[in-house]
């Protein structure tokens, strides 16, 4: 049995999830489809790429056009569908080291075309289905199977990253303030370009046991209380700041977008232009 | 198996097979609602629930959900 | 007929123009560079999509996309780049996605020698990502061969659902030749096989009775499937070990049980021969002109040339194996295909290779005192 939400977007057949008890995965996965819902968009036409990781088994679970692809690679793949069919809606769903370790180039050059793609990074700080290895977004002195002494890199701020490389959608939300997710993710879709949503959550199994953070319900409670809107934010001294982090939509702006372009030059031959 | 608990005009339905008993639900209840039982979320004080679908919204496993079956 | 001067890069990009192509992924890379160049300015004139990706791992994945959203689909490179590409590669095969990957072929490994020959990718070719698999490569060795075998290249993986591998010589990826463009009724294009079911009776990855492959749906075209690099069940979804076995033994067998199909060779000289060459690509051409000069000094000397080279022909090679005293394989490689000709003609006949590393073509005469060596030795 199902809601009615999880009857019409979802495969049910292939619930329950692999997700560990607690895991931020499926309250995100759900605000995707919330956000699909409120967009009233067809089926059909909606095609969700991952690559590999916790986050990526998503698609899977959800009834559209799905491709589960190779590690960091997801981006590549749905540049190749988008390109081929843009009345699709792409959305690529993906992990903090699949999206900026493994995957960090196509990152970047898919925000530099501003094709029309809307990223959902799941960022939980860790390679959860490896077991535990710190990330580029693990803070630095967390630790990490891979990192027993502590992390000593320093990490992504991978909104700072994105709106660097030219995405023209740019947000922030958490696993904890799910309704604010799925209205991030809607306007993302929304958008004509390169979107890019930032979903905090939380690896209880993992990260949170690793850097004892106690229970799934203590670490969505952390992500609660560390999470500030960005107006906020800028009120905040650097003391105040220290273990907290900023959420909200950062960036929005219009600009020409990379299929409709090439559609444009298309269209130039028909005309007989050259 | 899936049970709907209903009061009056509310109900709100489990699927027990999904529940992994993460306990957020209940956590994050504002009326406090919802209890554990053997790792399985039940509805115990239905009266008390404002429909605010907070459990829905954060439920992991889209295990809980207002409404019924 | 049209009659056109063609660089072998350049005929490539035609014939995959008339095979159908519509998109087309890559990353500059020496010597396959024209054929990216090319695909750029056609592409859009014909409603095509080109795209220059950040990398050859990207181009890869990209082409795959394309082509589960219907479009078919290539992507041209040179080894460095074909390393790369090994992975999504084999994602490719495990999902069956139809594309054609073009490797032409430089000085390795590593950069290498970029600008110069070699026919160091055989092996490669046939085992460059992991896992257990089965791949289709293609070899040509003229400008003119190019563009047919681009077109069966596209064929091929299109009727077998896989990629195909098409291996270039630079010296003809670089050459210009006299090639006349054949009339449409003198080509054959195939294309995949669309589901006539309903969406909610499809099944992405059920052979149905009597065929070779699962029907294949575009993204996008209604029929709502999900595709995994995971081992799956015949609905496409991740299916554990239970299901490795068997689909892991209709994806090679799709391939090995039908060589018949798949294998094409050119046999030179061969009838009263007793000593063989093996060769492809531009080795078969200086064979040809060396056969043709022992042939004047009374040697009986053939060629058996494998245009398929993976899967190989390896009903004709045994047979030749009993035909003839002596083959000898020429490559520019260390003995890379003389391993499998070995493997399979060494039984019946003395099997020897030829080759070099150093970048240059083998030219006739080297060829002629080898076959002439195994004469007086």
């Not at chain 1, 968009?41 to 095609?47: A, G, H, N, R, S």
């Not at chain 3, 220059?52 to 460095?80: F, H, R, V, Y």
């Not at chain 3, 596209?154 to 670089?174: A, C, M, Q, W």
Request: aromatic residues 8%; glycine residues 10%; contains cysteine.
């Amino acid at each position: 049995m199902a809601s009615t939400l999880v009857k019409k977007y979802f495969r049910e057949d292939t619930l329950p999830h692999i997700w560990c008890p607690g895991c931020g995965n499926g309250i995100v996965t759900r605000a995707i489809v919330k956000a699909i819902d409120s967009l009233g968009l067809d089926k059909d036409d909606v095609c969700i790429v991952s690559g590999i990781g916790c986050s990526s088994r998503a698609p899977g679970y959800l009834d559209f056009n799905t491709l589960h692809t190779t590690h960091g690679r997801a981006l590549a793949f749905a540049t190749g569908v988008k390109m081929a069919n843009p009345k699709l809606n792409v959305i690529v769903v993906t992990g903090d080291g699949d999206s900026s370790a493994i995957g960090g180039n196509h990152l970047i050059h898919a925000c530099r075309r501003n094709i029309d793609i809307t990223t959902i990074v799941f960022n939980n700080n860790i390679y959860g289905m490896t077991g535990g290895q710190y990330s580029p977004t693990t803070p630095t002195g967390d630790k990490g199977t891979t990192a027993p002494y502590g992390n000593l890199d320093a990490n992504f701020d991978l909104c700072e990253l994105t709106k660097g490389a030219g995405a023209s959608y740019i947000a922030r939300g958490t696993a904890y303030a799910a309704k604010q997710l799925e209205k991030y993710i809607a306007d993302g879709i929304k958008n004509k370009g390169f979107s890019f949503i930032e979903a905090i959550t939380a690896c209880p199994t993992y990260y949170g046991r690793k850097n004892k953070k106690g229970s799934a319900v203590d670490m969505l409670q952390t992500v609660k209380e560390s999470a500030v809107m960005d107006k906020a934010w800028d009120k905040l001294t650097e003391e105040q700041k220290e273990g907290k982090f900023k959420i909200g939509k950062f960036h929005d702006v219009k600009k020409p977008e990379y299929t409709e372009q090439y559609g444009k030059l298309i269209e130039s031959f028909n005309k007989g232009e050259d | 198996m899936a049970t709907t608990t209903t009061v009056g005009l509310k109900s709100h339905t489990v699927e027990d097979k999904w529940c992994k008993g993460c306990g957020i639900c209940v956590a994050f209840c504002p009326k406090n609602v919802l209890e554990l039982e053997n790792e399985i979320v039940v509805v115990k004080r239905l009266e008390d629930c404002i429909q605010c679908g907070q459990c829905e919204l954060r439920c992991p496993d889209f295990a809980i959900w207002l409404g019924g079956k | 007929m049209t009659i056109k001067l063609m660089q072998g890069n350049e005929a490539c990009v035609e014939g995959a123009l008339r095979a159908g192509m519509k998109f087309y992924a890559g990353y500059p890379i020496t010597p396959s560079t024209e054929i990216a160049e090319i695909s750029a300015v056609e592409l859009p004139k014909i409603g095509g999509k080109f795209i220059q990706m950040e990398d050859e791992i990207s181009s890869m994945g990209a082409t795959i996309g394309a082509s589960l959203t219907g479009l078919k689909s290539m992507t041209a490179t040179s080894g460095p780049g074909f390393s790369l590409k090994q992975e999504n590669l084999g994602y490719g095969i495990i999902s069956e996605v139809p594309c054609v990957v073009v490797n032409v072929q430089r000085g390795g490994p590593s950069t290498g020698l970029p600008t110069s020959p070699a026919q160091g990718d055989i092996m490669q070719s046939k085992w460059g990502t992991h896992g257990d698999h089965s791949i289709i490569v293609l070899y040509p060795n003229s400008v003119r061969e190019i563009y047919d075998i681009t077109i069966r290249s596209f064929n091929l993986s299109e009727k077998y659902r896989t990629p195909v591998i098409l291996l270039l010589d630079e010296v003809i990826g670089h050459m210009r030749e006299r090639i006349e463009i054949p009339k449409d009724a003198e080509i054959e294009i195939i294309d995949r096989k669309k589901p006539t079911c309903s969406p909610e009776e499809y099944k992405a990855y059920e052979v149905k009775e009597g065929e070779i492959v699962p029907d294949m749906a575009a993204f996008g075209s209604g029929y709502r499937y999900h595709v995994t690099g995971l081992v799956h069940s015949e609905t496409g979804f991740p299916a554990g070990a239970t299901k490795a076995e068997g689909l892991m033994r209709r994806l090679i067998d799709k391939i090995e049980d039908n060589t018949e199909d798949i294998c094409t060779f050119e046999e030179y000289m061969l009838d009263d021969a007793d000593t063989a060459i093996v060769a492809f690509g531009c080795t078969s051409r200086s064979a040809k002109s060396a056969i043709k000069s022992l042939r004047k000094d009374g040697y009986k000397v053939g060629m058996f040339r494998p245009i398929t080279i993976w899967p190989s022909p390896e009903k004709q090679l045994e047979k030749l194996s009993k035909e003839v005293k002596r083959i000898l394989v020429v490559e520019m490689n260390d003995g890379q295909y003389y391993l499998e000709v070995d493997r399979i003609a060494g039984k019946n006949t003395k099997v020897e290779k030829y080759g070099r590393l150093n970048g240059e073509i083998i030219p006739p005469d080297e060829i002629i005192s080898v076959v002439k060596e195994g004469y007086n030795g």
